[in-house]
């Protein structure tokens, strides 16, 4: 699976962005999908996860509320859609692909896109 991450920028605090990951390569609906970050100076850490047929989505307590995760399997895309963004969000986020447990290790990882949130 080839994954390819856009949708970042640079965007006021307050305001939304909405991150899309093209899959190609394979059946994109067999699956699990992840989202992460790695903001400077940090590990990269879990936000957002959604599962092969769409029926279960998880978002991180720090973001539930603000961030919200969707798929469209006939696009073989997921989103990532971040409201009222603050500037410690800030980071760039990466899309990733689970053959198996969404809780587990990913098996395909996207470039990555650029989150700037200015004060």
């Known amino acids: 699976v080839q994954l390819q991450a856009s949708g970042g920028g640079l965007v006021q605090a307050g305001g939304s962005l909405r991150l899309s990951c093209a899959a190609s390569g394979r059946t994109f609906s067999n699956y699990g999908m992840g989202w992460f970050r790695q903001a400077p100076g940090k590990e990269r850490e879990f936000v957002a996860a959604?599962?092969?047929?769409?029926?279960?989505?998880f978002v991180k307590d720090s973001w539930k509320g603000r961030f919200t995760i969707s798929r469209d399997n006939a696009k073989n895309t997921v989103y990532l859609q971040m409201n009222n963004l603050k500037p410690e969000d800030t980071a760039v986020y990466y899309c990733?692909?689970?053959?198996?447990?969404?809780?587990?290790?990913?098996?395909?990882w996207g470039q990555g896109t650029q989150v700037t949130v200015s004060s």
């Open positions: 990733a692909a689970a053959a198996g447990s969404l809780w587990g290790e990913y098996d395909y």
């Open positions: 959604i599962s092969w047929i769409g029926g279960g989505t």
